[in-house]
């Protein structure tokens, strides 16, 4: 059997990629491990792939993340919980009718290059000989939320640990955490909810991290914060930008050191934003007490870099994740230390017709752009799109990686940040130009 294109994953980006190929009558299949699509908010998906925890919700507004093709009802709250986007992906689904595309409870576990085509490997999980298909174009959408990364090297003792050391990909509700002594790192948004929710029912609450981070609100003046991104400022130089948001949070919020933390070595919009409305209220109340980053365990005491030192029933490694294709093999592709280099963060020069959806960190949502991402690959799988050299490639990627190095914070974080509306202009630019190319080509 040989179909056009493979798409690796029905979670978010997986699915928008379903919609667009059927719109543009692109025969494809769509292959998900899990009974159910929705990736990383189907809260206990199956898949064993997922992050959400019970009390979760998103992070930017609901009309940031929406799809273009189907935008949230209305009546959905501004942020609203992991249960109603999974509803809201499941409705995405089903009317657009192409939930029998997809081939669940399916694990791609190769996927091959094979001259001008991909052998693509699956296996049933529930039992089954696997089986090979040929395929003109994979798109692997996988995510990039799954592969929990824990502190390397380990921290010193730590492997004596009496105590419950958990990450936050298997966190789920704050039951372990009841009457217990809990110390929380990182600085992320998964660190400062879970500290946050850990505040309300633990003995204690202790919030390590290396360095400080800007604290941006969900809410300014009344309205979701993310709101502003769409004013004339967030459309100005990146200076401005910068500018026009320390001052918002500054007249807001007032100093992070205030609340007890630390301040940021870095300037805002160098390093990907923490949301939390209720951290620095925790932190007003002494509910949470911030520590600095962990240099070692003695038993169950903790041992931080300032000398202090804390004894803890529960370690909660808020630590990131690795970006993980598991199907590929690395002389085809690699993630070291989480970087891969890809055009325009989508086409691998190297592989024709192996494209990725979704590999992004936005200051923003991902689901638009993963659906923008979608439009350009269609126009490529076409032909009605196409590519530039090999060595223009080679270039705007070498550029991308300067200028992550210069603007943000060293970290495996920021290795495939994009600013929202910045990436999604520079998508719209390429598409247009690949159209250029292609119909120059035909001429």
């Known amino acids: ?86 509803q809201y992906f499941d409705d995405f689904v089903d009317h657009f009718g192409f939930r029998d595309r997809i081939r669940f409870r399916t694990e791609v576990v190769k996927v091959s290059p094979g001259g001008t085509q991909w052998a693509v490997t699956v296996r049933p999980v529930d039992g089954g000989e696997p089986e090979t298909l040929v395929y003109d174009h994979v798109i692997v959408a996988n995510g990039h939320h799954w592969n929990p990364r824990w502190p390397e090297p380990a921290f010193p003792g730590s492997e004596d640990y009496p105590g419950l050391q958990l990450h936050a990909h298997h966190y789920r509700t704050p039951d372990a955490l009841v009457g217990k002594r809990v110390l929380v790192l990182g600085i992320g948004n998964s660190a400062t909810d879970i500290a946050v929710e850990s505040s309300r029912v633990a003995r204690s609450t202790d919030l390590a991290m ?20 769409e004013s004339p400022l967030a459309r100005g130089p990146f200076r401005m930008q910068q500018l026009g948001m320390a001052a918002l949070l500054r007249l807001t919020q007032g100093r992070q050191s205030s609340y007890g933390l630390p301040e940021p070595d870095h300037r805002v919009l160098e390093a990907h934003p923490t949301v939390s409305q209720d951290l620095l209220n925790r932190l007003g109340h002494g509910d949470i007490t911030v520590r600095p980053n962990i240099d070692r365990f003695e038993g169950s005491k903790v041992f931080f870099t300032d000398g202090s030192a804390g004894e803890y029933d529960v370690v909660v490694y808020c630590t990131g994740y690795r970006v993980s294709f598991p199907f590929l093999d690395s002389s085809v592709v690699a993630a070291e ?24 960190q936005p200051i923003g949502a991902i689901m638009p752009l993963a659906e923008a991402q979608a439009e350009w690959v269609a126009d490529l799988v076409t032909g009605v799109g196409a590519l530039p050299s090999y060595a223009q490639m080679r270039s705007q990627i070498d550029a991308y990686d300067a200028a992550l190095r210069k603007r943000y914070v060293a970290s495996k974080r920021h290795t495939i940040e994009v600013d929202f509306h910045s990436y999604l202009v520079e998508l719209r630019k390429e598409r247009k130009a690949a159209r250029k190319r292609a119909a120059a080509g035909r001429s």
Request: glycine share 10%; net charge negative.
């Open 1 to 86: 059997m040989t179909a056009r294109v493979c798409i690796v994953g029905a979670g978010s980006s997986g699915i928008t990629a379903c919609q667009v190929m059927q719109a543009r009558d692109i025969d494809f299949d769509c292959f998900e491990v899990g009974s159910d699509i929705g990736g990383n908010w189907r809260y206990d998906n199956d898949n064993g792939m997922s992050s959400a925890y019970q009390s979760l919700h998103i992070n930017t507004s609901r009309q940031q993340m929406e799809y273009a093709a189907w935008p949230m009802p209305d009546d959905l709250p501004d942020y609203p919980s992991h249960w109603q986007i999974a």
């Open 210 to 229: 290396r360095r400080g981070a800007h604290i941006v609100p969900k809410y300014m003046f009344g309205i979701p914060t993310d709101h502003l991104t």
């Open 337 to 360: 230390d989480n970087r891969v280099g890809l055009y325009r963060r989508v086409v691998d020069p190297d592989h024709p017709g192996l494209f990725f959806l979704g590999l992004i």
